[in-house]
Nanobody
Framework: QVQLAESGGGLVQTGGSLTLSCVVSGRTFGDYAMAWFRQAPGKERERVAAINWVGRNIRYADSVRGRFIISRDNRKNTLYLQMNDLKPEDTATYYC??????????????WGQGTQVTVSS
């Protein structure tokens, strides 16, 4: 059974930083692309950042490029999202997602339960 467990969310002031983590179990982490999504109340789920199986191909949403950094440690089965210069519009529930292949061109097949990030103005 594949499980994704996010952690690291919380309340932070505008301009602050947070780092999210996602530990994956039940599959060989290094064989699959990963991504972070977010969803704010009343809005559609948005892919924030994606990374291929070895971390050489990365994509960011325009809204976070230059502020967020996605990375992975395949030895620790862990995905990270370093979030800098946070803004109130970054407030959302953040989800870790795993793809069924090495690249992120298909839909994810497993999701975490989400972690809340709230940025106060």
């Amino acid at each position: 059974q594949v499980q994704l467990a996010e952690s690291g969310g919380g309340l932070v002031q505008t301009g602050g930083s947070l780092t999210l983590s996602c530990v994956v179990s039940g599959r060989t982490f290094g064989d699959y692309a990963m991504a972070w999504f977010r969803q704010a109340p009343g809005k559609e789920r948005e892919r924030v950042a994606a990374i291929n199986w070895v971390g050489r191909n990365i994509r960011y949403a325009d809204s976070v490029r230059g502020r967020f950094i996605i990375s992975r440690d395949n030895r620790k089965n862990t995905l990270y999202l370093q979030m800098n210069d946070l803004k109130p519009e970054d407030t959302a529930t953040y989800y870790c997602a795993s793809y069924p292949v090495v690249y992120f061109h298909e839909a994810p097949d497993h999701w975490g339960q989400g972690t809340q990030v709230t940025v106060s103005s």
